[in-house]
């Protein structure tokens, strides 16, 4: 029997940041970093890459920065090692959002590899969904998902939906009224099929009639990804929210998004957030009147079944040693 090679926990803690690369994060901006010590592993804010129109508190930023650490924390516990984690551990060091430190090591089980294999093939789906319900006992799985990390999930109602529909298009045009805003759409939409970040236009798809208006990326600017013979009639509307907002709960938030993301995955749903909903101040106040005000709006997703078996091309990701530093023991 051949025994197990023995690897040096930072090169493990370098293979959980190196899966996070293929989170979700707003407009595909990445932006984040990892340190991988000898024996932690530290998340970072990446400021450079904050949308600074569109996202300048920094809220999308700090909850794309949860799905990675998310991410990160799946890999980790399928090469063995449940973690803790400190958020915001340093109130000195506002750009250090996580610190890792993996346990006593304890072998994954079947339900780890699976979650981690979903990581791979996860996409976010523009198109429109195809008019079959989403069961009941699917809702209710992605509603725990998200409690798992403490945020709550409420499922649009078919009377809210016209008032989902019209913050959408608030925050669609109060967008492309803004300059800074449309400057940040331009620079991370108009990306080349091969770009290590952003969206290409492979991936977004033409104007089309839904129920609920998804965001134009910019005004001139025409997706090309086949739109496929959906309209939208059988997606459902789900907001994430919590009764705190800041950046521990964006955190928590993040995290949670990418459960629910993964999860609908599993079973079979096409998935998108539509994050203009919470990038805009007037449209979180409308998210909140559908919560009857008793929380705060974190995210909203769109949850169908794919219209049809076309595909979604995966957005590329950056290069392991831009995400990546190595560093010594700081214990």
Known sequence: MTAPIHRPMQAILDVAAAAALRAPSVLNTQPWHWTAHERSLD????????????????????ISCG?????????????????RVELLPDPN????????????????????????QTTLRRRTDRRPFGPEPVAEDMLAA?????FVHGVHVHVVQDHQVPALAAAAGYAAAAELADSADRADLRQWTRRA????????TN????????????????EDLAGKLDAGPGD????????????????????????????????AAELGLATSPM???????????????????????????????????????????RAHDDVVTLDGDRS
Do not use: C, K
């Open 93 to 116: 060091d506002p750009e250090l959002l996580a610190s890792v430190y993996p346990l006593e090591r304890t072998p994954a089980g079947p339900e780890h590899y699976r979650r981690y």
């Open 203 to 218: 991936v977004t798809v033409p104007g089309r009639p839904r129920p609920v208006p998804l965001r134009p990326f910019a």
């Open 275 to 317: 994050t203009d909903l919470v990038e805009v101040p007037g449209t979180r106040v409308a998210l909140r009147r559908l919560l009857s005000w008793q929380g705060h709006p974190y995210a909203v997703v769109r949850v169908g079944a794919a219209a049809a078996d076309l595909g979604v091309p995966a957005a590329h990701r």
């Open 142 to 146: 992605l509603t725990e998902a998200a």
């Open 232 to 263: 939208d009639s059988g997606t459902r509307y789900l907001i994430l929210w919590g009764n705190q907002d800041g950046r521990r709960a964006w955190l928590r938030a993040g995290q949670a998004l990418s459960s629910l993301l993964l999860t």
């Open 193 to 200: 099929t091969g770009a290590a970040d952003g969206l290409p």
């Open 67 to 83: 799905a990675a650490l998310d991410y990160a924390l799946i890999a980790l516990r399928t090469e063995g090692y449940p973690a």
């Open 43 to 62: 998340l970072r804010a990446d400021p450079h890459r904050q949308l600074t129109g569109l996202d300048p508190e920094g809220r999308m930023l700090t």
